[in-house]
Protein backbone atom coordinates (compact mmCIF):
# COMPACT_ATOMS: atom_id res chain seq x y z
CA UNK A 1 0.00 0.00 0.00
CA UNK A 2 2.87 2.26 0.62
CA UNK A 3 4.49 1.90 -2.66
CA UNK A 4 1.77 2.14 -4.60
CA UNK A 5 0.68 5.70 -2.64
CA UNK A 6 4.40 6.44 -2.95
CA UNK A 7 4.54 6.03 -7.03
CA UNK A 8 1.52 8.19 -7.24
CA UNK A 9 2.91 10.48 -4.99
CA UNK A 10 6.01 10.49 -7.09
CA UNK A 11 4.57 10.33 -10.85
CA UNK A 12 2.94 13.67 -9.51
CA UNK A 13 5.61 15.30 -7.94
CA UNK A 14 8.88 14.38 -10.28
CA UNK A 15 6.37 14.79 -13.75
CA UNK A 16 4.96 17.28 -12.45
CA UNK A 17 4.92 21.05 -14.28
CA UNK A 18 7.61 20.66 -16.58
CA UNK A 19 6.80 23.52 -18.80
CA UNK A 20 9.06 25.63 -16.46
CA UNK A 21 12.11 23.59 -17.32
CA UNK A 22 15.04 24.27 -20.21
CA UNK A 23 13.56 24.41 -23.45
CA UNK A 24 16.61 22.36 -24.30
CA UNK A 25 15.67 19.64 -21.49
CA UNK A 26 14.19 16.56 -23.46
CA UNK A 27 10.97 16.71 -21.50
CA UNK A 28 9.61 13.35 -23.71
CA UNK A 29 13.20 11.39 -22.59
CA UNK A 30 12.85 12.01 -19.20
CA UNK A 31 9.19 11.13 -19.07
CA UNK A 32 9.77 7.73 -20.63
CA UNK A 33 12.42 7.05 -18.31
CA UNK A 34 10.65 8.23 -15.16
CA UNK A 35 7.43 5.96 -16.23
CA UNK A 36 9.92 3.15 -16.93
CA UNK A 37 10.96 3.71 -13.15
CA UNK A 38 7.24 3.35 -11.76
CA UNK A 39 6.30 0.63 -13.87
CA UNK A 40 9.08 -1.38 -12.52
CA UNK A 41 8.78 -0.54 -9.15
CA UNK A 42 4.79 -1.38 -9.07
CA UNK A 43 6.20 -4.80 -10.78
CA UNK A 44 8.58 -5.73 -8.57
CA UNK A 45 6.42 -5.02 -5.23
CA UNK A 46 3.93 -7.58 -6.42
CA UNK A 47 5.94 -10.32 -5.28
CA UNK A 48 5.71 -9.08 -1.53
CA UNK A 49 1.98 -9.59 -1.92
CA UNK A 50 2.60 -13.28 -2.90
CA UNK A 51 4.84 -14.86 0.39
CA UNK A 52 1.86 -16.21 2.02
CA UNK A 53 2.35 -19.08 -0.89
CA UNK A 54 4.41 -22.11 -0.16
CA UNK A 55 6.17 -22.23 -3.53
CA UNK A 56 9.51 -21.28 -2.73
CA UNK A 57 10.69 -21.96 -6.54
CA UNK A 58 8.28 -19.27 -7.66
CA UNK A 59 8.91 -16.78 -4.64
CA UNK A 60 13.07 -17.53 -5.38
CA UNK A 61 12.52 -16.50 -9.24
CA UNK A 62 10.08 -13.47 -8.88
CA UNK A 63 12.19 -11.68 -6.15
CA UNK A 64 15.30 -12.36 -8.70
CA UNK A 65 13.09 -10.91 -11.08
CA UNK A 66 12.52 -8.00 -8.75
CA UNK A 67 16.16 -7.57 -8.13
CA UNK A 68 16.58 -7.37 -12.02
CA UNK A 69 14.19 -4.21 -11.92
CA UNK A 70 15.52 -2.33 -9.23
CA UNK A 71 19.27 -2.79 -11.00
CA UNK A 72 17.37 -1.20 -14.23
CA UNK A 73 16.16 1.64 -11.76
CA UNK A 74 19.18 2.37 -10.89
CA UNK A 75 20.45 3.00 -14.19
CA UNK A 76 17.40 4.96 -15.45
CA UNK A 77 18.49 7.14 -12.35
CA UNK A 78 22.03 7.55 -13.52
CA UNK A 79 20.91 7.75 -16.98
CA UNK A 80 18.73 11.29 -15.69
CA UNK A 81 21.03 12.32 -13.97
CA UNK A 82 23.10 12.77 -16.92
CA UNK A 83 20.81 14.35 -18.63
CA UNK A 84 21.53 17.61 -20.03
CA UNK A 85 19.85 21.10 -18.42
CA UNK A 86 18.16 18.99 -15.56
CA UNK A 87 16.42 21.03 -13.26
CA UNK A 88 17.92 21.26 -9.92
CA UNK A 89 14.68 20.22 -8.21
CA UNK A 90 14.58 16.93 -10.02
CA UNK A 91 18.06 16.16 -9.91
CA UNK A 92 17.67 15.99 -6.06
CA UNK A 93 14.71 13.81 -6.19
CA UNK A 94 16.61 11.61 -9.07
CA UNK A 95 19.22 11.63 -6.23
CA UNK A 96 17.24 9.77 -4.05
CA UNK A 97 15.61 7.48 -6.27
CA UNK A 98 18.63 6.42 -6.80
CA UNK A 99 19.67 5.51 -3.07
CA UNK A 100 15.75 4.34 -2.96
CA UNK A 101 16.61 1.34 -5.95
CA UNK A 102 19.84 0.82 -3.68
CA UNK A 103 17.80 0.17 -0.93
CA UNK A 104 15.42 -1.92 -2.97
CA UNK A 105 18.22 -4.34 -4.59
CA UNK A 106 19.75 -4.78 -1.06
CA UNK A 107 16.24 -5.34 0.39
CA UNK A 108 15.66 -7.97 -2.31
CA UNK A 109 19.04 -9.47 -2.30
CA UNK A 110 18.13 -10.37 1.05
CA UNK A 111 15.08 -11.80 1.00
CA UNK A 112 16.71 -13.99 -2.34
CA UNK A 113 19.60 -14.88 0.48
CA UNK A 114 16.87 -15.70 2.87
CA UNK A 115 14.80 -17.78 0.58
CA UNK A 116 17.93 -20.12 -1.20
CA UNK A 117 19.12 -20.82 2.82
CA UNK A 118 15.48 -21.63 4.01
CA UNK A 119 16.59 -19.26 6.78
CA UNK A 120 14.69 -16.44 8.76
CA UNK A 121 18.30 -15.10 10.04
CA UNK A 122 18.52 -12.09 7.94
CA UNK A 123 15.11 -10.87 9.17
CA UNK A 124 16.30 -7.98 11.42
CA UNK A 125 18.18 -6.35 8.55
CA UNK A 126 15.15 -6.90 5.94
CA UNK A 127 13.43 -4.84 8.62
CA UNK A 128 15.77 -2.35 9.08
CA UNK A 129 16.40 -1.66 5.25
CA UNK A 130 12.95 -1.50 5.30
CA UNK A 131 12.76 1.20 7.61
CA UNK A 132 15.52 3.13 5.73
CA UNK A 133 13.16 2.51 2.59
CA UNK A 134 10.33 3.86 4.82
CA UNK A 135 12.82 7.18 5.63
CA UNK A 136 13.69 7.62 2.11
CA UNK A 137 10.29 8.04 1.23
CA UNK A 138 9.05 10.54 3.97
CA UNK A 139 11.93 12.34 2.14
CA UNK A 140 10.54 12.81 -0.92
CA UNK A 141 7.00 13.44 0.49
Known amino acids: ?32 KINTFFDNEAASLKVLQSFNTDNADY ?3 EVSKSIDMWQENKNIM ?24 DLRIEHFGLILKSLNEDT ?13 IEKIIKEME
Open 1 to 32: MLAILFTIFSVAFIAGDLSKTDPSFDNETYLN
Open 120 to 132: DKYSNQIQNIGLK
Open 59 to 61: LKN
Open 78 to 101: VDISKMDNLPIDLSVQIKKLEKYS
